[in-house]
């Protein structure tokens, strides 16, 4: 399947916390949002209305945080025939989920970590397939931070390219993750980043995270982006090329003028990345 990114730029993940602010704002710092169509799927009315006024002047992805992609459950059709109908509306560009799963017989509040297996390869990649034939669009996969690996017989590295392989699915390659996981799991964060399928990378994600100890991060998504996972950003655009860039910030938010600065340095990150290649096509 070959990657189509309709979005550019950098973009923020928007909290109905911001709505009002970015609604009375005029400021085209921000190139595109990204939310979660759980958090608005269930509301109409004046909510419902002031969602539609933005993603009318605004371009828009979904990352879904229900889908559970990994689950024993079967999966949820209904759900995603509401994800269709719902991705129309609005004229969702890109839709992404977690390669992970959150429910088995209820819903555990939490993202869990697939084992990873051949048969879980094959049984997630079947599910993969299922979804996208009814949404009839990609679904993005993004590698997680997980904290334990039962029952693991591969590498993190070889299950995602698995899957992504299997189901013939797309990447949402989030940076912070791949940097939390190596400090968490022991292994080159560089060296895992650039053995990642390029042809595969919809778009990227960078956040903060807390550190607990010297060897555990928490991917919480509440504090500012340290200068690793900016410069595993960098690698990031030099290795799989300047694609679209979400900042995620779900807790401790700063005003919307911190968060659109975050945003303009993920833009200097892309200018400086893309005259780079630029230079290195003149020389060739």
Same mark, same amino acid.
């Given at each position: 399947m070959t990657t189509q990114t309709p979005l550019t730029g950098a973009g923020l993940g928007l909290r109905r916390e911001?709505? =009002?602010q970015v609604l009375a704002s005029s400021n085209q710092a921000i190139d595109f949002f990204e939310v979660a169509p759980e958090n608005w799927l269930p509301y109409g009315g004046k909510l419902a209305? /002031? @969602?539609k006024a933005l993603t009318e002047r605004y371009a828009f992805a979904c990352h879904g945080l229900s889908l559970s992609i990994g689950s024993p459950d079967p999966l949820d059709i209904s759900f995603v025939k509401q994800l269709k109908t @719902? @991705?129309?509306e609005h004229n969702i560009r890109l839709y992404s989920e977690h390669l992970s799963y959150c429910s088995a017989g209820g819903h555990l509040y939490d993202l869990m970590p697939i084992p990873f297996t051949e &048969? !879980?390869?094959?049984?997630v990649a &079947?599910?993969?397939r299922t979804v996208q034939d009814i949404l009839e669009q990609p679904l993005i996969l993004e590698n997680v931070s997980y904290y334990a690996a039962p029952g693991q017989q591969m590498s993190e590295l070889e @299950?995602?390219? &698995?899957v992504l392989k299997q189901a013939d699915c797309q990447l949402l390659l989030?940076?912070?993750n791949i940097y939390v996981n190596s400090v968490n799991h022991g292994y080159d964060a560089k060296a895992f980043l650039q053995a990642l399928p390029t042809e595969r990378v919809a778009y990227y994600h960078v956040a903060g995270h807390y550190q607990e100890a010297p060897d555990l991060l928490i991917d919480t998504h509440g504090a500012d982006i340290p200068d690793p996972v900016w410069q595993l950003l =960098?690698? !990031?655009? /030099? /290795?799989h090329g300047v694609k679209p860039t979400l900042y995620e910030r779900d807790f401790n938010i700063p005003d919307l003028s911190s968060l659109q600065s975050e945003l303009a340095y993920i833009r200097t990150l892309q200018h400086q990345a893309l005259a780079a290649i630029a230079r290195q096509q003149v020389a060739l």
């Amino acid at each position: 399947m070959t990657t189509q990114t309709p979005l550019t730029g950098a973009g923020l993940g928007l909290r109905r916390e911001m709505l =009002q602010q970015v609604l009375a704002s005029s400021n085209q710092a921000i190139d595109f949002f990204e939310v979660a169509p759980e958090n608005w799927l269930p509301y109409g009315g004046k909510l419902a209305s /002031q @969602f539609k006024a933005l993603t009318e002047r605004y371009a828009f992805a979904c990352h879904g945080l229900s889908l559970s992609i990994g689950s024993p459950d079967p999966l949820d059709i209904s759900f995603v025939k509401q994800l269709k109908t @719902f @991705f129309k509306e609005h004229n969702i560009r890109l839709y992404s989920e977690h390669l992970s799963y959150c429910s088995a017989g209820g819903h555990l509040y939490d993202l869990m970590p697939i084992p990873f297996t051949e &048969e !879980a390869v094959n049984y997630v990649a &079947e599910r993969v397939r299922t979804v996208q034939d009814i949404l009839e669009q990609p679904l993005i996969l993004e590698n997680v931070s997980y904290y334990a690996a039962p029952g693991q017989q591969m590498s993190e590295l070889e @299950f995602i390219c &698995e899957v992504l392989k299997q189901a013939d699915c797309q990447l949402l390659l989030d940076v912070n993750n791949i940097y939390v996981n190596s400090v968490n799991h022991g292994y080159d964060a560089k060296a895992f980043l650039q053995a990642l399928p390029t042809e595969r990378v919809a778009y990227y994600h960078v956040a903060g995270h807390y550190q607990e100890a010297p060897d555990l991060l928490i991917d919480t998504h509440g504090a500012d982006i340290p200068d690793p996972v900016w410069q595993l950003l =960098q690698l !990031a655009y /030099q /290795q799989h090329g300047v694609k679209p860039t979400l900042y995620e910030r779900d807790f401790n938010i700063p005003d919307l003028s911190s968060l659109q600065s975050e945003l303009a340095y993920i833009r200097t990150l892309q200018h400086q990345a893309l005259a780079a290649i630029a230079r290195q096509q003149v020389a060739l």
